[in-house]
């Protein structure tokens, strides 16, 4: 008698990263335990061959029994002084904003037992630290309990909250109702009529890929001319980060189906704009813009409250997720949920683990307070 076949795992550079199997990789992201569509296979792709290309990307991959991708875990080498252990940093850039790692709902326990192991063997560095990391995921528990097994140990810093759509009320009216102030929704319906009285006004929402590479530039465009351009924050303020914006959210040919751009048009103009991205059924909303000559008008609220009546007619997702790491976002009052967030460190269960989690707190308070006493 023969036992079942072990799961097997291998530690990638950035070349075995890009040979993976790419229609294994776009199941995984579609089907992972916590959705994640910033670890899918386009959107990391885009950062290795722009923002990224110098980071020296590493993964730990699992495979099945049946040979096919079940986990991803991307990290970088790094060394955090005074701290003399090397550090498994997952992958995060700008524009990565959340650190769930890939893991298939299928065999779930399995896969980050492996994981766990390729780290305990010494295939992986016996620190890891992952931002945007959801607190209140079952994965977390899962992770915990398997560490516990292995003489590793977890902690949480820099806790914050995350605005999210719950997607549980009974409707647009419950919504409005029980979640959106009513100065707030006043505003925003007179607004919505008076851009309604302005011309052709329209809600839109693409996917088709030639199309959205159109509002693609349309949005770049958009965000170069506000605030954002002014302080060389947009995409096009930079070369390398418009080229990221367009291979993460159009993608290439062969390559796209990631993204969905949500407009406000006004005689065919897009006045106001979101970039969402999915590969489960969580929509993450990390990019925005509008027209700022329209300000008075609010046409970025407007947006917001007509992509929550799109959500309950036709409930194309099961819930959004802002994808923001600050407090402050265009839907707080608007959206229903907050998500408790935060770095999740796993390491030895000793000292080590302890003293570098709160180093990590600690520096991150310290140059919270740095950029209070620089704005006085």
């Not at 980071?55 to 005074?82: C, D, E, K, S, Y």
């Not at 006004?201 to 996917?207: D, M, T």
């Not at 959004?320 to 030895?348: F, N, Q």
């Not at 080590?352 to 950029?371: H, I, N, P, S, V």
């Amino acid at each position: 008698m023969h036992g079942k076949p072990a799961y097997t795992s291998a530690v990638l550079d950035c070349a075995g990263i890009r040979a993976l199997d790419a229609a294994d990789w776009e199941t995984l992201a579609a089907n992972a335990m916590a959705d994640n569509p910033f670890y899918a296979r386009q959107y990391v792709l885009a950062g290795l061959d722009t923002i990224d290309k110098r980071a020296n990307l590493m993964a730990v991959a699992v495979w099945n029994t049946q040979g096919q991708l079940a986990g991803l875990f991307p990290f970088r080498h790094r060394i955090f002084p005074p701290f003399p252990w090397p550090v498994a940093q997952g992958a995060e850039n700008l524009y990565q904003l959340s650190g769930m790692p890939l893991v298939a709902r299928e065999g779930a326990r399995e896969i980050v037992a492996v994981w766990l192991d390729a780290i305990t063997a010494r295939r992986a560095p016996g620190l890891w630290t992952m931002a945007n990391f959801d607190a209140d995921h079952p994965l977390r528990g899962m992770i915990e309990d398997a560490a516990a097994t292995r003489g590793l140990t977890t902690r949480l810093v820099v806790p914050y909250l995350r605005p999210y759509f719950t997607g549980q009320l009974a409707g647009l009216d419950a919504h409005a109702t029980e979640v959106i102030a009513k100065n707030r929704l006043k505003d925003i319906q007179r607004n919505l009529r008076r851009l309604r009285d302005m011309g052709d006004f329209a809600f839109e929402r693409i996917r088709e890929p030639a199309t959205l590479r159109e509002r693609l530039e349309q949005f770049l465009a958009l965000e170069q001319a506000g605030w954002k351009g002014e302080r060389g924050t947009a995409f096009l303020s930079d070369d390398l980060h418009a080229d990221f914006a367009r291979r993460a959210f159009a993608g290439i040919a062969g390559n796209e189906g990631l993204t969905v751009i949500d407009s406000l048009l006004l005689d065919g103009r897009p006045i106001a704009m979101s970039i969402n991205i999915t590969k489960g059924r969580t929509a993450f909303t990390p990019k925005c813009t509008y027209d700022e000559s329209l300000r008075k008008y609010g046409p970025g609220m407007v947006l917001e409250y007509l992509v929550i009546e799109r959500f309950y007619a036709e409930r194309e997702f099961a819930d959004m997720d802002a994808a923001t790491t600050s407090g402050g976002h265009v839907v707080l009052g608007l959206w229903d949920g907050r998500k408790a967030m935060g770095r999740l460190i796993l390491g030895p269960a000793d000292w080590r683990t302890d003293l570098f989690a709160k180093g990590w707190q600690a520096a991150y308070e310290g140059k919270q307070r740095l950029k209070k006493l620089l704005k006085r």
